[in-house]
């Protein structure tokens, strides 16, 4: 099982509809998880934290299932500008390394 | 203004030349890092280091080296480059570890021809 696994997409959704995304982490003793927010090859920005069991920030909710070993992102009333690709992000290696997934593609159109 | 930067953001090279990629922060960071990033594998970690002459090899370390002389510099250097290093390369670096926010640098796209 890799590390980390996201489904790549793309999530193609019309502007104004919610959609969530889901990142599955093998390493059980993991505390922290990042999502990341990436735009065309441009460099990855923090879009939110989750150290227990969620996260809210606006229109975005991360939620963390540990018994499930799972993250995810749930976007409300999607916008034009919120197409990019979105990064799950879990430390590993004992805490000092960290192991990104491949990313889950989101189109939101007109 | 607080950031990341990569020098150069482009570059074009050819096999077994020599090369370095700069990498600084202005926010006195003690953690830094290395990534690649290629079409269908995400983000690779390189190389980490802890703090300053503390070093040490992430998922992807082969054909690489770094050092971390001062706080605020973190080269990336190839030796001997081959075409299998074509990629987009990404520095980072965050407060003290991994529970904060990775800033990262606009990334460095290299080609080895």
């Known amino acids: 099982r890799k590390e980390v696994e996201q489904d790549p997409g793309p999530f193609n959704v019309p502007e104004g509809a919610t959609v969530a995304f889901n990142c599955t982490y093998s390493n059980s003793a993991s505390q922290s998880f990042f999502w990341y927010r990436q735009d065309c090859r441009k460099e990855p920005k923090l879009l939110m934290s989750v150290y227990s069991s969620g996260n809210e920030d606006g229109r975005f909710t991360a939620q963390l299932n540990r018994a499930s070993q799972y993250i995810s992102l749930l976007i409300r009333d999607s916008k034009l500008s919120d197409s990019a690709t979105y990064l799950c992000v879990v430390p590993t290696g004992g805490g000092n390394k960290l192991t990104f997934g491949t990313g889950t593609q989101l189109k939101v159109e007109l | 203004e607080a950031q990341v930067t990569q020098n150069p953001r482009y570059l074009i090279t050819v096999t077994g030349k020599k090369l370095t990629v700069t990498c600084s922060q202005n926010?006195?960071?003690?953690?830094m890092s290395w990534y690649r990033q290629d079409p269908g594998l995400g983000l690779r970690q390189i190389y980490y280091?802890?703090?300053?002459?503390?070093?040490d090899k992430g998922d992807v370390p082969e054909g690489y080296k770094v050092s971390r002389k001062e706080k605020r510099n973190f080269p990336l250097i190839l030796e001997s480059p081959s075409p299998n290093q074509t990629s987009l390369y990404f520095c980072?670096?965050?407060?003290?570890?991994?529970?904060?926010?990775?800033?990262f640098g606009p990334g460095t796209r290299l080609t080895v021809t």
């Open positions: 280091s802890m703090n300053v002459e503390v070093t």
């Open positions: 926010m006195n960071h003690e953690y």
């Open positions: 980072a670096s965050s407060l003290t570890g991994l529970a904060y926010e990775q800033y």
